[in-house]
């Protein structure tokens, strides 16, 4: 039995990703081995953060008595959490939810992929603004499938020529699910909307970080 450390568990809507707007639960763990300029989750990296300690079974009784299908599991960096195969394959038993994990690009991500009824990784690729572009595993790219989602976070234009180039190198679009999201506050949404416009760029999708504009964009637990 392993002990997870927890930094929070919260009910709200997905505020990214293929499902969003949908209700999920959230189930953030502590830790993250980067840094990126744009971080809004710093406060549940730092070593001192606070958490709480919960085993697999206690995070899928919490799970259940939800009553929601849609399970994100977050950070911080999931996928560095110690004996987080034991708790994705027992949530990838339940035939009744789905679980997405988000991911930061930088994990490998194959010996995950592997689980019975693997979850749905949404992967982000580190722009230069960011400052965790020579972090990324491209060989991951080889891995995700049409269930699965990169995510390009962007914060002028440079970040959106990056991501063109290396959507169009990978051939994401093809391969699965391409989102381009905004940094809350610091480039404007119509540039992004132009750009996707002038470039073509055919299924890609702009999204915004919907619990943002719902709430206050600071607020935890959403």
Same mark, same amino acid.
């Given at each position: 039995?392993?002990?997870?450390?927890?930094? *929070?568990?919260?009910?709200? /809507?997905?505020?990214?990703?293929?499902?969003?707007?949908?209700?999920a639960v959230f189930i953030r763990f502590h830790g993250c081995n980067l840094s990126c300029s744009f971080c809004d989750t710093t406060w549940a990296n730092e070593k001192d953060a606070a958490y709480s300690l919960m085993t697999e079974h206690q995070i899928y009784e919490y799970i259940k008595g939800t009553g929601i299908k849609n399970v994100t599991l977050t950070g911080g960096e999931p996928l560095?959490?110690?004996?987080? *195969?034991?708790?994705?394959? /027992?949530?990838?038993?339940?035939?009744?939810?789905?679980?997405?994990?988000?991911t930061n690009g930088s994990i490998d991500l194959s010996p995950f992929a592997n689980i019975q009824n693997p979850p749905s990784f949404t992967m982000d690729y580190k722009l230069p603004s960011s400052l965790m572009e020579d972090k990324m595993l491209v060989s991951n790219f080889k891995i995700l499938s049409k269930k699965d989602t990169v995510k390009f976070v962007v914060g002028n234009m440079e970040d959106l020529n990056r991501a063109r180039e290396v959507i169009h190198e990978?051939?994401?679009?093809?391969?699965c699910h391409v989102l381009i999201s905004p940094v809350y506050g610091r480039i404007k949404l119509d540039k992004i909307a132009d750009y996707?416009?002038?470039?073509r760029m055919n299924n890609v999708a702009m999204q915004l970080q919907m619990h943002k504009i719902i709430w206050e964009p600071n607020r935890r637990g959403v």
């Open positions: 039995m392993t002990h997870y450390k927890v930094a *929070e568990k919260f009910i709200s /809507l997905n505020g990214e990703g293929v499902l969003v707007g949908q209700p560095l959490v110690p004996a987080i *195969e034991e708790l994705l394959c /027992l949530l990838s038993s339940d035939q009744c939810l789905h679980v997405e994990i988000e990978y051939d994401l679009a093809n391969k996707l416009i002038k470039h």
